[in-house]
């Protein structure tokens, strides 16, 4: 009968080797201790800068009049993958402009941070910050609503993200963009 045992030679392991690999451990921990080069970061008190991609908690950006840019077109909600924008449209003051949301909800815990609602915007209405410590301490406390999206960098400080027309995906823009194309409710507070 044939044997299916397979014979796996095992190399000698010896006093220089475990040496070896002491010297490895050694060396990095003397490093991290003395010189400071470490890779963890002491979070909260330090954070890390994140890239200008970095896909955070949504932001709903703003007319220098305060109200949403959003005209409740629903592109954003079809895209999601995730279905977890809910939005409700109502009729704007002013007869020019179609639509204005009366109601717009992103679950965070359903939200996958992909992106596509603000790639799917044609209005800038929607873009991403760099936002990413969302514990809660309830379900309803995840449900972001529109005022907590229109007023959240405002709030928080928190810088720009994800924001394809004007970031180096979306054809060479800069940061300063966004404030010439008069979209306030997204400027960083240190
Ligand atoms: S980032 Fe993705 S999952 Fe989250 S709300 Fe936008 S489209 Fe939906
Ligand atoms: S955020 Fe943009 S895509 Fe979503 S409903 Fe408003 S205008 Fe349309």
Redesign the pocket.
């Known amino acids: 009968m044939e044997s299916y045992v397979k014979v796996v030679k095992v190399e000698k392991v010896g006093p220089l080797d475990t040496l070896r690999g002491l010297w490895v451990t050694l060396s990095n921990f003397f490093r991290t201790i003395f010189l400071r080069n470490r890779v963890t970061i002491q979070y909260p008190e330090e954070e890390r800068d994140y890239s200008e991609r970095f ?1 955070g908690v ?1 932001i709903l950006t703003k007319h220098e009049d305060g109200t949403p840019k959003c005209t409740a077109c629903f592109l ?1 909600a079809t ?7 809910h939005i409700e449209a109502g009729e704007h003051p002013n007869n020019r402009v179609e639509k204005i949301p009366t109601r717009f909800d ?1 679950d965070m815990l ?9 790639d ?1 915007c044609p209005e800038e209405a ?1 873009i ?1 910050s760099k936002e990413y410590d969302l514990a809660t301490d309830t379900r309803e406390e995840s449900i972001f609503t529109m005022e907590m999206l229109l007023n959240r960098a405002d709030k928080l400080g928190f810088d720009n993200g994800y924001r394809p027309h004007f970031g180096p995906l979306g054809g060479g823009g800069t940061r300063g963009k966004m404030e010439e194309a008069g979209i306030t409710g997204t400027t960083r507070k240190k």
Do not use: L
């Open positions: 896909r949504h954003c895209i999601c993958p995730a279905d977890c924008i992103i359903r939200c996958v941070f992909c992106g596509y609602c603000v799917a929607i991403m």
